[in-house]
């Protein structure tokens, strides 16, 4: 079965610092990863993807995340943080099959201070 | 990218009501449609899986005539939550796969119910 855990519910970070937000998955088959991020009261947007290609994923607002297999992780990282960066993240694996049903994790609280 | 709507964006009904969420995807056609709730400070849950044309699929544990799910065309799923409770109140997202090709799936903004 798949299942993805997000091992920090809430990361406090100083503007202009690296952030980093963690993520473990667990996969019977080569797993499609995604992080996605959310607002508050607002819908999700996707950040990136991973899917079998580069191991180092780049995203949309300087995020980026590295797949490790060995240590089945998918670490969100991005060089400095700006203040609109606080919102909800959620790490999600993708269940292979014909409909591409999503498995979120638990979601990790960003908060950015200045 | 491609877009999802949803209507509304929140609702407040009284317990005992009926309610209708819509999911539009404006820019393609979805066979696929996925919905979800969020509770307070929670990770979304999926509550189904909504096809054009067909009976929906519904994940274990969620009420199927409590959620009644209708995908009568390519580009429109609903959600109704029938005789609606306070422990019903939820903020309610909805999902639509991009066609062939790409696999992603894209997010409405979200409708959020509260029963009174």
């Known amino acids: 079965a798949q299942s993805v855990t997000q091992l920090d519910s809430h990361v406090s970070v100083s503007e202009g610092t690296p952030v980093l937000l963690r993520c473990n998955y667990s996969s019977s088959y080569s797993p499609s990863l995604f992080w996605y991020v959310q607002h508050p009261n607002k819908g999700l947007q996707l950040l990136l993807k991973?899917?079998?290609?580069?191991?180092l994923v780049k995203g949309i607002n300087g995020f980026e995340a590295e797949f490790k297999k060995s240590e089945t992780s998918f670490h969100l990282t991005k060089p400095s943080a700006h203040m609109s960066d606080a919102a909800e993240y959620f790490c999600?694996?993708?269940?292979?099959?014909?409909?591409?049903?999503?498995?979120f994790g638990a979601g990790t609280r960003l908060a950015v201070h200045p | 990218g491609a877009v999802v709507s949803q209507h509304p964006s929140w609702v407040i009904c009284k317990s005992g009501t009926s309610v209708k969420i819509e999911c539009r995807s404006l820019d393609f056609q979805a066979t696929t449609m996925f919905w979800y709730r969020q509770f307070p400070k929670q990770s979304l849950m999926l509550m189904a899986t909504?096809?054009?044309?067909?009976?929906?699929?519904?994940e274990q544990g969620v009420e199927k005539d409590k959620f009644l799910i209708n995908h009568a065309s390519l580009t429109l799923s609903t959600l109704t939550v029938t005789s609606a409770h306070p422990e019903d109140s939820s903020f309610y997202i909805c999902?639509?796969?991009?066609?062939?090709?790409?696999?992603?799936?894209?997010f409405g903004e979200g409708s959020r119910l509260t029963v009174l």
């Open positions: 999600v694996v993708s269940v292979p099959g014909g409909y591409n049903k999503l498995i």
């Open positions: 991973y899917t079998s290609a580069a191991t």
């Open positions: 999902s639509a796969r991009a066609p062939l090709g790409t696999g992603e799936l894209f």
């Open positions: 909504s096809n054009e044309g067909s009976k929906a699929t519904y």
